[in-house]
């Protein structure tokens, strides 16, 4: 005849299962964790890549804007000087003004270049960050997915060990039942009727 397999969870100390759980509840709590604090930075990462992104794009079109602004001066101070080369001898003082005007409005078009400038290297550092964000993205991601695998192994682990619980609770009504019978026996037959009946219960 086949001798039964010791069940390995049936001789466990309650304190192992009780530790078991403990750590199960506290991994969920430290995933649960993990997961609000994953939330909250991304958000916070979204929120300063849409500043970026607005503050980037305001600067473009304030940019344009002065651009658009500077061309026009331009082609007013060209058409003044046309006119004040007609008449230089008599308006020598407004063709010096002009002059001036011309280089200010020189001196704006070289900071508008720096400007822009500025909003392209902005533009390339949005773009970086965009693509740190989406690696620390996947890399988050798949940290979450290899704590859930070790959240499911050790919930496996807690099923089992409460499994092996419940058995071994099963085989102490059992006992309790064969002892309470051999009782109701031994009144019956006297104390060598309680000690029969204990070793056939036993023997059974």
């Known amino acids: 005849?086949?001798?039964?397999?010791?069940?390995?969870?049936?001789?466990?100390?309650?304190?192992?299962?009780?530790?078991?759980?403990?750590?199960?509840?506290?991994?969920?709590?430290?995933?649960?964790?993990?997961?609000?604090?994953?939330?909250?930075?991304?958000?916070?990462?979204?929120?300063?890549?849409?500043?970026?992104?607005?503050?980037?794009?305001?600067?473009?079109?304030?940019?344009?804007?002065?651009?658009?602004?500077?061309?026009?001066?331009?082609?007013?101070?060209?058409?003044?000087?046309?006119?004040?080369?007609?008449?230089?001898?008599?308006?020598?003082?407004?063709?010096?003004?002009?002059?001036?005007?011309?280089?200010?409005?020189?001196h704006i078009r070289d900071i508008l270049l720096e400007q822009r400038e500025a909003v392209a290297r902005e533009a390339k550092e949005l773009r970086e960050a965009r693509r740190v964000a989406a690696d620390s993205a996947e890399q988050l991601e798949a940290c979450l997915v290899r704590e859930k695998e070790r959240l499911d192994r050790l919930r496996v682990k807690v099923e089992a060990k409460e499994k092996a619980i419940l058995r071994k609770e099963e085989k102490i009504a059992e006992e309790k039942g064969k002892i309470e019978e051999a009782k109701k026996e031994a009144a019956k037959g006297g104390v060598w009727g309680y000690v029969i009946a204990i070793s056939e219960r036993r023997s059974i």
Do not use: W
């Open 1 to 106: 005849m086949l001798q039964p397999v010791p069940d390995p969870y049936l001789h466990m100390d309650q304190s192992d299962i009780e530790q078991a759980v403990a750590d199960y509840r506290r991994a969920v709590t430290e995933m649960q964790t993990l997961k609000l604090r994953s939330n909250m930075e991304h958000r916070i990462r979204e929120t300063r890549l849409q500043q970026l992104e607005d503050r980037a794009d305001a600067a473009l079109d304030e940019a344009h804007a002065m651009l658009e602004l500077a061309d026009m001066q331009y082609a007013d101070f060209l058409a003044a000087k046309k006119r004040c080369d007609d008449v230089r001898q008599k308006y020598t003082a407004e063709r010096r003004e002009l002059m001036t005007t011309h280089l200010e409005v020189g």
